[in-house]
C-alpha cells in the first residue's frame, strides 16, 4: 500500500481520470444502428403476448375459406371498379352486397365513394383525383 502512494506522488499523471460520457445502446435513441437486429431479437424472444384475433389455423378447408373469401372480393373490386373508372365509367351509383353500401358521384376532376358499413352505422369517404383525360 504504501509502495502505491510513493508511486503515485513521484508518478501523478499515471492516475488521471476522464469524464464519463453516456452512449445509448438503442439505435433509435442515437446508439450503434448494427445493434438494432440483435435488439430486436431480444424483444421478440421475451414477448409473451399473442394476438387473439390471429388466424394460424393450418385447416385445409379453412385456408380454402379464406382464399375463395380474398377471390370473390378481388373480383368484386374489379366489378367496381370497371363500373367507377372503366371504358363505360358511370356519372354516379349505388352498389350493395351484404351489409356493405357503396356509392359513388363523379365530379369534374374526382370520384368521390362513400363507402356505409349498414350493421354498424360507420361511414367513409374517398375522394379520388382523376387523371388529365380520363372519363
Known amino acids: 500500500m504504501a509502495a502505491m502512494m510513493v508511486f503515485a506522488l513521484v508518478r501523478p499523471d499515471a492516475a488521471s481520470a476522464s469524464d464519463l460520457v453516456y452512449t445509448p445502446n438503442n439505435p433509435s435513441f442515437g446508439g450503434n444502428p448494427f445493434n438494432s437486429a440483435h435488439l430486436l431479437g431480444v424483444a421478440n424472444a421475451i414477448n409473451k403476448y399473442k394476438d387473439p384475433t390471429a388466424t394460424t389455423s393450418s385447416d385445409p378447408a379453412s385456408q380454402f375459406l379464406r ?69
Not at 374489379?78 to 356519372?91: C, P, R
Open 67 to 135: 382464399t375463395l373469401q380474398s377471390r370473390l372480393l378481388s373480383t368484386l373490386a374489379s366489378q367496381i371498379t370497371d363500373v367507377i373508372f372503366g371504358a363505360n365509367a358511370q356519372e354516379s351509383g349505388l352498389i350493395k352486397f351484404g351489409d356493405q353500401e357503396i356509392s359513388f358521384v363523379r365530379g369534374v376532376d374526382s370520384v368521390t365513394l362513400t363507402i356505409s358499413d349498414l350493421a354498424s352505422g360507420s361511414v367513409s369517404e374517398i375522394v379520388v383525383p382523376l387523371l388529365q383525360g380520363a372519363g
